[in-house]
């Protein structure tokens, strides 16, 4: 509701300025005090006037004052070592993380068994019965086409491994998740305890979280898996808690009136009735395993993910797309099974014995190809190579695009002119910006559009960065960071506009989107850098496509479900298509181009870390510094200071929090 | 309804067999293989294979005759250099087939904890040092010695070095004392680090197609130089002196890299159970014409590391004979 009349009045407010400018001197402030932004600022600015000259005198105007360091780099590496040395025998390692670590071994494993005894046929063919039942024989076809493609990329090992870690990655997941949302959706308190965390968690890039499993867990699958909970249970608990709390209170009162018991309640009312968020958080859950999954790979994780970042390493285009394709497949049934299983059917009604016929002649199918095929991994000789032709159409481009267009040079001047006059002006400014000026600024901005406790977090936020002593290569961080954003957002709503208006350009985007989302980062990065050098350009490169199609998607939404009856009397009064666009669609989509920022901000992020494998440097490299020397100070700090950044930049571009707040 | 106690019940599965598998008695974490060996009841070896090619090379081989001659099933994982020492010790990977010196893991893990032996040399000699590229060393010899290095500073600037030279550094992985030596040097250039070596030969190949100059860091052997033509710059010589100084305080290094012979560790249980696979691995021993030979069909070929692999060993049946057990 809120967020309806908030626009409407703010085009309220803009139409007066239009009348005669008459008021005067006390009667401007009083207008001013009335309007919210205005009143925010000008308390700011109040406590600016006190508290900076403070500041300024004490600790001087430029970078973080070293005063309000705190270097941990004894503490941590003594940790680091201390564990080295006891892993193998305090009883904190052989009686809690051993048993984690092994339950997590053994799980897999088991899965991965089951995997290769059903061979290449039982698995499809699994697959198949498994998307025909829960979400129609389309997808099955889509199943079938998209696990015989794995085969013939000849990854059918690796993506066997990927799909065993991922199995138990989603369902401890799943069950985490669940848990956590079954404690926050019962209880107000726990709630409100859990949410910053949450939010947190689903702000933080995925690299950050590496490091600190792996000096406990070592290299391997135990703590990739582990390292994927982490980043993969959030989605489920919130999406649990938010369908638990939005039941319906007439349903909740004529069950209690029916005398049932609080269990009872729960099981036969609260969560059948979530059922939808349910299914829809363990499809978030499934979404955001997947992409961790490559990530992991750093920590050894193996399968798919190792695969693309071995291709990587002889910067081998073809082979790492081959890696990268079934990821995108096995997102792509994945996601459909999952969405298919949450939206409503009318298959509801079928008689359980025909359900259990159908699930038996299923099994029978699969038993039977799993036999005529033998327990045999995909055969050898039923492959394709793609990763030759790949690699040649990538040497064409780069040769035809990095120097020499007439008129605007190539690729490498884009980015040396990117470098130099976006991003080198960008990262001076914010590094020169004096530190109290910085806190100031990032408050006004999340109190403008949050509430006092977002802005606080945002400034707490910044303030760790600086106490770490890492306040100059964050600042760095954040130059990239904000130029990246913004020309995603330049193009992402370029892109969103003919998008929203037309449904057949919806329609031929919508695959492209779908692939270039869930395309692991870690391929992006050699085309990239054959195309833009080494640096921040490539990294920001990189960023602008990963992000664009979250910001094409939510921001086409937005302006697609603008009121039609606004549009229509905009067109009534003779508004032309620009002036619709700006003047009626922009202003009543604003909360979903916000959020579209918001998204933009949060994975452009996540991709700038990774760009310091390209050169990006700053805190990325510090990270990849830290996990490529097993330097724990390094790589820690490093990593919760992008943590840290990215709870600020969150903070920042929030706008709906206080709506929800009100909620 | 149904498909809820389905997943409770697979979860339980999932949870019994786990607590099945590790028992209850103390689990030691430093023994625990990876999920993925010997599924399917063939005997996996794992190897560690690190970023840069050569590296890979090794792998490719051992793999191939491992599984084509020996029998085994090979598992490749790519973990960089120092966690890879830490899985070593672990036995999350059973060998890595070349190592440049760490000193430090080396005490640690062979001398004190004693779950890692030595596996004997590769039969390569790494050498790291500061290098050019050919046709820019031709025009300005000069260039060659590091007290020149300055002279050439404004026509190395690259668009991350911040006015200065540039010097390109790779992983941060590899060993590396160019930020020092910079310093201690008085070399008006900045270290800037690709981030990959994958970053940092794209680079390489991309100023070298357009005749740019450069200075990087680099190694021998590298398939590269086969691409590239390269020079080394002249560094202040080698000294035992130096290097001891460095050991104490890496920032205080100003003398060029050592040539390391590269050596072979395997994970101490593997040499003791490992049978056939632990001495054809200790065996194991090539030149750096034939290792150059394998990466360069990888890297600039493209082949499979597989498919590379095959190729050598059928052409050299000679060299790999004497490794099998």
Redesign the interface.
Known sequence: MSTATTPARAAAARAKKTEPEAAAGAAVLKALWARPAARKLLILAAAAAVLVPVAAATHGSGTWPSAFTVDLTKPLTGASDWI?DN??SHWA???F???V??????????V??VL??LGWAGVTATAALLAWRVAGARVAVVALASFAACGLLGMWVPTM?TL?LMI?AV?VS??VGALLGLAAGLSDRTFRALRPVLDTMQALPAFAYLLPV?LV??????PAVLATVVYAAPPMARLTALGLRSTDQGVMEAVESLGATGRQRLLTAR??LARRELLLGVNQTIMMALSMAVIA?V??A?GLG?RV??A?????V??ALAAGIPIVLLAIVLDRTTAG?ASPRSSRTTARTRRATAWAAGVAVVAAAALTAG?KPWPDTWTV?I??PV?TAKDWM?DHL??GIPGIGGT?DL??HY??WVLDPLRDGLQALPWWGALLLVAALAWLIGTWRTALTAVLSLAAIGVLGRWELSMDTLSQVVAAVAVTLVLGFAIAVPAARSPRVERLLRPVLDVFQTMPQFVY??PV??LF??????AAAAAVVYALPAVVRIASEGLRRVNPGAMESARSLGATSGQQLRQVQFPLARPQLLLAVNQAVVLVLSVVII???????AL??EV??G????DLATGLTAGVAIACLGLMLDRVTQPTKGARDGA | ?A??TM?AA??LC??A???T??GCG?????K?????AD??GTKTVTLS?Q???GA?ANTAVAKYLLEHELGYRV??????????W??LS?G?VDAIMEDWGHPEQEK?YVEDKKTIAPGGDLGVTGHIGWWVPKYFADAHPDVLDWRNLNKYASQLR???SGGKGQL?DG???YVTNDKALVANLGLDYKV????????????LQ?SAK?KKPFLTYWYEPQWLFNEVPMVEVKLPEYTQECADKGTKDPSTVNCAYPTTPLKKFLNADFTRKGGKAARFLKNFAWSKKDQNAVAQM??ED?L?ADEAAKRWVKENPDVWKKWLP
């Open positions: 080295i892993r193998d390692f052989l009686y993380f051993g048993h670590s092994g339950a997590i071994i053994g799980a897999v494993h088991a991965y068994t290769l005894a491994r065993a138990v369902a799943v069950a792996v867990f070592g290299i391997g699958v135990a969560l059948p790979s920590i050894g193996d190792d970042y071995q990587l390493s002889t910067v081998d073809g082979s299983a327990a190579a990763a030759a690699n780069v990095y120097t490498a980015a040396a470098t130099a990065l050699i850098v054959a050098g080494i640096g921040r350009a490539p760009g310091g494998l390209v050169g990006g440097g990325g490299y990849v510094f996990l490529a020397q097993g | 309804m498909r809820k997943m697979s979860a999932v949870l067999a786990a607590a598998a590790t103390a689990a030691d974490m430093t625990q293989a990876s999920p993925y599924a399917a294979v970023s840069w090619v890979r598992d490749t994982v790519q973990v960089d250099e120092v966690p890879a830490d899985a672990q999350r640690r690259g668009p991350e390109l992983s941060p992985s800037v680090f690709a981030g990959s070596e994958a970053a940092q030969i794209t680079q991309q357009e990888i890297a493209k499979s």
